[in-house]
C-alpha cells in the first residue's frame, strides 16, 4: 500500500518567514496531494490540493508544489503569522474504480513565534 | 446543512465492551471514511465506502467493523474494546468532482474514547 513521509515532525519560526514542509510518497499511482490544517481540539480542514497533472499550485500565502518524478510534495507558507501555528498533515490518494484510499502522513506541529 | 455529524464526543469503556461510533452527512457524499488519530501517529484509516452497500478496510481495521446502508450513515462498530483504541476517531465524507480532480474530505468534530 502507499506510505506517505512527513518532514519535520515540529517546525518552529519567527513571524514573517517563511516555512516548508516536505512529503514523499511510495505509490506512483497516487494522483491527489491535499494539505490540511489541523488547529488544537479541531478538526482537520483542507487548505490546498494539488493533482498529480500540475506542477506547483498557489492561494495566497501558500503554496504547493509536486515532483512526480521524484514522489515528493511540498508545502510552502510565506509571511507566516501567529494563526497559522497548527499541526499540518500531508497525504495522497490512490483513485481509480471503486477504489479510494487516503493515506496521511504523520503531521507536522508548526510553531509561528511572535 | 449540518455537514458531518458525529455522536458522541467522548466516550469512555471497560476493556471488552462493545459500541457504535454514529456518524451522519447530509452532503449526499459518496465517500465516507473512519480515521483514528494518535499522538505522533497522524490520521489512520480504519474503513471506508465507496456508496451505499460498499465497504473495504483501510490500514487499521482490525478490532472494528462497518456498514453502509444508507448514503447518509456510516456508523463504526467496536466489537471488544481494548485500551489499544484509545483514540480520537474521525468520520469524514467526500466528493468526486465531475472532473474527477478533487476529493476534499468533509471531517467530524471528532469523538474521543478511552478504554480502561
Known amino acids: 500500500g502507499e506510505n506517505v513521509e512527513q518532514h519535520p515532525s515540529t517546525l518552529s519560526v519567527q513571524e514573517g518567514d517563511s516555512a516548508v514542509i516536505k512529503c514523499t510518497y511510495s505509490d506512483s499511482a497516487s494522483n491527489y496531494f491535499p494539505w490540511y490544517k489541523q488547529e488544537l481540539g479541531k478538526r482537520p480542514q483542507l487548505i490546498i490540493d494539488?493533482?498529480?497533472?500540475?506542477g506547483e499550485k498557489k492561494d495566497q500565502r501558500i503554496a504547493v508544489t509536486l515532483n512526480k518524478t521524484a514522489k515528493h510534495f511540498s508545502l510552502h507558507i510565506t509571511e507566516t503569522q501567529p494563526e497559522d501555528s497548527a499541526v499540518y498533515f500531508c497525504?495522497?490518494?490512490?483513485?481509480?474504480?471503486?477504489?479510494?484510499?487516503?493515506?496521511f502522513g504523520k503531521g507536522t506541529k508548526l510553531s509561528v513565534i511572535p | 446543512n449540518a455537514g458531518v455529524t458525529q455522536t458522541p464526543k467522548f466516550q469512555v469503556l471497560k476493556t471488552g465492551q462493545s459500541m457504535t461510533l454514529q456518524c451522519a452527512q447530509d452532503m449526499n457524499h459518496e465517500y465516507m471514511s473512519w480515521y483514528r488519530q494518535d499522538p505522533g501517529m497522524g490520521l489512520r484509516l480504519i474503513h471506508y465506502s465507496v456508496g451505499a452497500g460498499i465497504t473495504d478496510q483501510g490500514e487499521v481495521p482490525n478490532g472494528y467493523n462497518v456498514s453502509r446502508s444508507t448514503t447518509e450513515d456510516f456508523p463504526l462498530r467496536l466489537l471488544s474494546a481494548a485500551p489499544s483504541q484509545t483514540s480520537v476517531y474521525f468520520c469524514a465524507s467526500s466528493y468526486r468532482t465531475p472532473s474527477q480532480a478533487s476529493y476534499e474530505q468533509y471531517f467530524g468534530p471528532g469523538t474521543r474514547l478511552t478504554v480502561t
Open positions: 497525504a495522497a490518494i490512490r483513485s481509480g474504480a471503486g477504489s479510494y484510499q487516503l493515506t
Open positions: 494539488i493533482r498529480s497533472n500540475v
